[in-house]
């Protein structure tokens, strides 16, 4: 995405004007979004776990600082890939066909890679691998969503000037407790997934299914049409 010379498209709310508007996004900008975070924490996750795989499978002994990585980063991404894909689908992809706004780049191939893919592959590592996972891990998503939303204050301060998603502006009405929910949503969703891991441990044929169809009703590969009751 970073080296793409199209570039992306999305519709910020500028911090100075207060107004949503279109708004091209080239090179690192494009890595701004919590979606792309999402998807730079996946594909550590899985180049650590991959790299541990290699040493062990010529019997050297595995790096603590690898071990240690991987353990924190398994638990942001299965937090923040679930959280992306819902809030995607049922808030951020409603609004923009609700509104008069262009919304065919959500669906571009590297978007539904950021929204769909990344929850879909680290489900299926859940499921195939069965990770030892603890409720105590949830702190990880705690951690990582406190990051994101100051880094996402001080880009539209300091940086871009510009909030990705509008309802992450602190000066709004509620705004830092909502901005203090998602940081505490990556958690709950994580502790969602742990309950699932357990159920899954206790019972294949009745953790997995539902653990796919929750995986099913959170992620949308086909673009909504707009009808005239949307926009108006």
Known sequence: MIFD????????????????????????ERMVPFSSWTLIIFGTYFLSVSILGWIKLFDSNLPKFL?????????MTLGMSMLTATVVTYVIIPEE??????????????????HNWTVILISLDV?????NLNWQLAIFGLIIGIIYTSFAYYWAKFGG???????????????PIIMLVL????SLFYIL????????????????????????????????????????
């Open 97 to 114: 066909v609700k509104s008069d706004r262009d919304y065919n780049h959500l669906f571009k191939t590297h978007e539904m890679v950021m």
């Open 5 to 28: 010379k199209e570039g992306g498209s999305m519709n910020p709310l500028f911090h100075k004007e207060r107004i949503l508007k279109s708004h091209k996004t080239m090179g690192l």
């Open 183 to 186: 940081a505490l949503a990556i």
């Open 161 to 175: 000037g510009y909030y990705v998603y509008s309802f992450i502006d602190p000066r709004i009405k509620y705004g």
């Open 127 to 131: 499921i195939l691998s069965q990770p």
């Open 67 to 75: 071990v240690l990585s991987s353990g924190m980063l398994l638990p």
């Open 193 to 232: 997934v742990w309950l699932i891991s357990l159920l899954i441990e206790y019972n294949l044929y009745i953790g997995i299914p539902i653990y796919l169809l929750w995986n099913y009703s959170i992620v949308l590969f086909k673009k909504p049409i707009r009808t005239p009751q949307s926009s108006s």
